[in-house]
Each structure stands twice: as structure tokens, then as C-alpha cells.
């Protein structure tokens, strides 16, 4: 039971198995929220084709990947409503809606759409053409997404505050068209988002594979640690090594110890002193990360094996999801003067 009747509304794009950034930047905040809040987690299909529209049948298969990282690690199907977008057709129609009275200047001015334009293709007028009507518009469907639950609260890092600002624009210029109060302006709910660097040293992502994957085996999990870059200056393991220095290890164990100052300083003081190697210290980082992701990996092979529990979770979340959206939708057709011609 929610100690808040407050709605918190959040969602991942199913392109791949998650890693270790997904954990501690998202769902280990999840997992708090539910308890809290009225909880809305939605696996974001749709999202997904804005980009991978030659992949479709792909995306399907991570829906699944996403389910399970999310279930293994603690999201609650009974706490929390969990759906897929795309089973909720009428955010497909508020997105619709929305889209009439969203200024074309508003998409395009969107800072994410350069960044996105970048990941897509490093040659830029080749990225160009894959900016699709659907990409340029996911901002009114992320609108949509929020605004179909009436989300009051999303988990934002700090930087990330202006994702916010398009959805509460449209949630502003919907009420003041109709002269209604009717959606709630969303509000940010900041979280902290550990920044867990990739093991090559860049950013941590699906794509580049440099991530550790919840769902990574044990071994897999220590051939990836081992691979880490430490501190670059250190060529010995007589030398000194310096955890300021030390590009991937050290911030990585200040995340899984970060309740346990006392082994911080250890390792600290081993590194620098030194009595630890970077071989030793890094295989015994790989145990910590082991130890951590066990009891979530353990469960997530649990439920890979009872497909029909994990359909059934899915399929509860979804209807659940669709009440709520179609009550949504026939308040808004009421707002908007448009008649319902499905109405029974
Ligand atoms: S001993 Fe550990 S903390 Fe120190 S530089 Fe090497 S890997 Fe990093």
C-alpha cells in the first residue's frame, strides 16, 4: 500500500538486457517509489520504433529482457502497475490529440533531438533522414505517456529537468485552451544518478557494449571487471596506486559500498599504501558486484522459466493501465466537445 495517494509515472524503451546504470540511476529508485507512491512503470514500445523502426520484431523480444530485469530486482506487480505501452492504445490517441495543439517550434527547439540526431548516425546528413515524423514527435508522446496516468511526479536526475519542461508546457496550454484545471502539471521527483562509467572509461550503455548486465553471469561479470581501466599512471604493482585516479574500480566500489564507509577506507588504504595489485582489487570488486546482482539473477532465471507467470503480470499491469487511460480519454473528449462514437 502507497503511504501517498501521489501518482509517479516512469519508463524505459526495451532495446536490450539492462545494466548496472539502469539499476542505480532508475529502478533501484523504483523500488523505493512504489512503497511510496501510486506507481505507474510502463515499458515504452513505441519509444523504442522512434528509433529502431527497422527492427520492430527486436523490439518485442526486449520487451520481455525488460520485464524480467525490472522483476528480478524488485518491482512489485502488486504494488506498483506495470504495462506496455503499446497495450494502451488510447495514449496512442491522447498523443494524437495532443500533437493538434503542440507548436511545431516546441518539437523542433527540444535540445534531446540534437543528441539523438547524433547517436543515430555519426554522419550528419545521414542521421538526418532517419529523423522520422514519429522521432520528432516523441516528445508529445512522452506527454502523452504522463499525461494519459495524470502522472503528478517523475524521477529525474538533476540535469534532466528540461525533459520535464515540454510536458508541462502542453499540460499548461491544454487547461488554458479548454479553461479547465484538468491535467495536473507534473513535477520533478529528483533522484540521484550514480555516474557509472562503461568498462572502456566511456558512458555506460546497451549499445556500446561496455556494460555489465544484471543479468550477466558470474564469469561474464569478472572477465568485464577485469577489463576496467584503473589508474593509468600506476605501471607496477609496487607503485602507489591513487583511487582518485582510478577511472572505473574505485567509483565503482564507492556504489556497491557506499553504506560501509569503514571497507571504503580499506581499500582505499590498500590501494595507495600499497598492499593490493590492481588484479587483486579489481577481482575482488567483481565479487562485490556478484554479491549484489546474486538474489536478482537467481530470481530472473526463476521467471525466464514460468513464461505464463511473467505473461500474466504483464497482462494484469495492462488492463489495469487501460482502465485508467480510458477513463482518461473519455474526460479529455468530454473537455475537448468531440463525440465518442464508440461510447456503448
Ligand atoms: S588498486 Fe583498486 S582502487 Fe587502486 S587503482 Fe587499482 S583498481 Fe583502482
Avoid at 543528441?115 to 529523423?131: H, W
Avoid at 532465471?301 to 489495469?320: C, F, M, Q, T, Y
Wanted: aromatic content about 10%; glycine content about 6%; some cysteine.
Amino acid at each position: 500500500m502507497a503511504s501517498s495517494d501521489k501518482r509517479i509515472m516512469s519508463g524505459m524503451r526495451p532495446t536490450g538486457r539492462l545494466h548496472l546504470g539502469h539499476y542505480f540511476g532508475a529502478l533501484s529508485n523504483w523500488v523505493r517509489f512504489q512503497s511510496q507512491y501510486d506507481s505507474y512503470f510502463s515499458i515504452v514500445d513505441w519509444h523504442a520504433l522512434t528509433t529502431k523502426f527497422q527492427n520492430t520484431r527486436e523490439v518485442q523480444g526486449h520487451i520481455w529482457e525488460i520485464a524480467l530485469d525490472w522483476l528480478c530486482v524488485g518491482i512489485d506487480p502488486d504494488a506498483a502497475t506495470v504495462y506496455v505501452q503499446s497495450a494502451v492504445p488510447e495514449i496512442a490517441e491522447l498523443h494524437l490529440l495532443m500533437s493538434m495543439l503542440t507548436p511545431h517550434n516546441w518539437v523542433e527547439r527540444e535540445p534531446t533531438l540534437k543528441d539523438m540526431v547524433k547517436m543515430l548516425d555519426s554522419d550528419e546528413s545521414a542521421a538526418k533522414e532517419k529523423i522520422t515524423y514519429g522521432l520528432l514527435g516523441y516528445p508529445v508522446l512522452m506527454t502523452a505517456d504522463i499525461l494519459t496516468f495524470k502522472g503528478q511526479l517523475i524521477p529525474v536526475g538533476k540535469d534532466q529537468e528540461s525533459h520535464l519542461e515540454f510536458a508541462r508546457d502542453v499540460c499548461r496550454r491544454f487547461n488554458k485552451l479548454y479553461d479547465v484545471d484538468y491535467f495536473p502539471e507534473p513535477k520533478p521527483e529528483f533522484t540521484e544518478t550514480p555516474l557509472l562509467k562503461g568498462i572502456d572509461g566511456q558512458k555506460m550503455g546497451k549499445s556500446f557494449n561496455n556494460d555489465i548486465k544484471i543479468a550477466d553471469t558470474e564469469s561474464d561479470t569478472e572477465k568485464k571487471v577485469k577489463q576496467m581501466i584503473t589508474d593509468r599512471t600506476r605501471l607496477a604493482k609496487s607503485d602507489p596506486g591513487h583511487t582518485d585516479l582510478c577511472e572505473i574500480p574505485w567509483p565503482m566500489y564507492k556504489v556497491f559500498a557506499k553504506d560501509r564507509p569503514d571497507y571504503l577506507a580499506q581499500v582505499k588504504n590498500e590501494c595507495e599504501t600499497p598492499l593490493i595489485g590492481c588484479v587483486d582489487c579489481k577481482k575482488r570488486l567483481a565479487g562485490e558486484v556478484n554479491d549484489f546482482f546474486r538474489p536478482f539473477r537467481e530470481k530472473r532465471e526463476l521467471l525466464a522459466a514460468d513464461p505464463d507467470r511473467v505473461r500474466k503480470i504483464i497482462e494484469h499491469g495492462n488492463s489495469k493501465a487501460r482502465k485508467v487511460a480510458k477513463q482518461t480519454l473519455s474526460e479529455v473528449r468530454d473537455i475537448m466537445g468531440m463525440v465518442d462514437w464508440n461510447k456503448d
